[in-house]
């Protein structure tokens, strides 16, 4: 499934090098938690912010009904190039969340790897958690996961994330990161792919701005659009403590009706 075409963002420039860098960034395995979610509740799932499949993939594999969506077309061609290495053919659709442009129910809709703090305007994320919630069936959970918010200071100079094997070479990324006095965060990234002698292959740069929310602004959200918050867990079940985390996932609940 495919709406018009959106328009170009950050992410479609990092298509093809996701799964090294977003991906191995990720310190624990948030996709198998969300399978073992979706698998307990049944029913079908609807994946914002799919990317190139790296949730995605995992919960087809397992036999679940689930669609995706995101606004990267060049995300979405890689996830579909690298589902059919399983022979999985997903249905997905481009779309910017903050224009949902969806029909249907679903069991358990899914909001993974902060994607919610991209939208930085408060009361806007409080419409959308409750357009979402107008999407689930009775008894359906709406799950909302972010980077526990920490004290960010502003660094003007890029410095250097990681070097990774990346193919036959390696992927490097530098990063910058402004404090914006409204609470935002402004983080830009610097990517050079490299060949195995370490000639420079590819450059390209990624520049977005995030807006942290705590567990208690996602719950909120949710108890805004009418959704009950359920639980929260810290660090897809690997903590249990708030002050030791680095991600809150607040699963919001829809009052059988």
């Not at 938690?33 to 609807?46: H, M």
Request: charged share 25%.
């Amino acid at each position: 499934m495919t709406t018009a075409a959106a328009k170009p963002w950050s992410y479609d420039a990092i298509a093809d090098v996701y799964a090294t860098d977003m991906g191995q960034s990720m310190p624990f395995d948030d996709a198998g938690w969300y399978r073992d979610l979706c698998l307990r509740r049944g029913g079908r799932t609807l994946e914002l912010g799919c990317g190139t499949g790296r949730v995605l993939i995992e919960l087809l594999r397992s036999g679940i009904d689930a669609i995706g969506a995101d606004r990267s077309l060049p995300m979405l061609r890689r996830l579909r190039a690298d589902a059919a290495r399983f022979d999985l053919a997903p249905a997905l659709l481009q779309m910017d969340m903050v224009q949902p442009a969806l029909s249907g129910r679903f069991r358990t809709i899914l909001l993974p790897y902060s994607l919610i703090t991209y939208v930085t305007d408060a009361l806007q994320a409080a419409a959308l958690t409750a357009e979402l919630g107008k999407l689930l069936e009775p008894d359906g959970c709406l799950v909302l996961d972010a980077f526990v918010p920490q004290q960010v200071t502003s660094f003007a100079d890029f410095r250097r994330d990681y070097r990774r094997p990346h193919g036959d070479g390696e992927l490097e990324r530098h990063k910058r990161i402004t404090a914006n006095a409204d609470g935002t965060n402004r983080i830009e990234r610097r990517y050079l792919v490299l060949a195995r002698d370490g000639a420079v292959v590819a450059d390209f740069s990624t520049d977005e701005t995030i807006r942290p929310y705590t567990a208690s602004d996602l719950a909120a959200f949710g108890e805004a659009g009418g959704l009950a918050a359920e639980s929260c867990v810290w660090d897809y079940g690997q903590c249990t403590e708030a002050a030791r985390a680095r991600f809150a996932t607040i699963m919001l609940r829809r009052q059988n009706s």
